[in-house]
C-alpha cells in the first residue's frame, strides 16, 4: 500500500490508476493526514453509492454499464374516441 499526496495524485493520476487497476492501495493525504483510500473495485467492501455498486458489478462482470446517455421522457400519446374504461364496463353488461 502507497501513500500520495493530493498534489501529487492530481499530477499523476493515471500513474496511480494503473498501480490501483493491477491491485493496489493507495492512501490519498492531504497535508499528511489520511482523507481518502483507493483500491481495486474487486477489493472494495463497504461500498456506499449506488454509481460504486454499479461500477463494482461492472468489475465482477454481473452487469454491463450503459454506453449512452438514457433515453428522455417519453410523450404521452393522445388517444380520441371512447375510453377503454368505458368499454369495458359496456362488454361487462
Do not use: C, F, H, N
Not at 24 to 51: D, F, M, N, Y
Not at 71 to 86: D, F, H, I, N, Y
Amino acid at each position: 500500500m502507497g501513500t500520495v499526496g493530493i498534489k501529487e495524485l492530481k499530477d499523476r493520476l493515471t500513474y496511480y490508476l494503473r498501480l490501483t487497476k493491477q491491485g493496489e492501495e493507495i492512501v490519498v493525504t492531504e497535508r499528511g493526514k489520511p482523507i481518502a483510500l483507493l483500491q481495486p473495485l474487486q477489493a472494495a467492501t463497504q461500498i456506499q453509492s449506488r454509481e460504486a455498486r454499479l461500477a463494482q458489478l461492472a468489475a465482477q462482470g454481473v452487469v454491463t454499464l450503459p454506453t449512452r446517455k438514457p433515453l428522455s421522457r417519453p410523450r404521452r400519446a393522445k388517444a380520441e374516441g371512447t375510453p377503454v374504461s368505458q368499454l369495458v364496463l359496456e362488454e361487462r353488461r
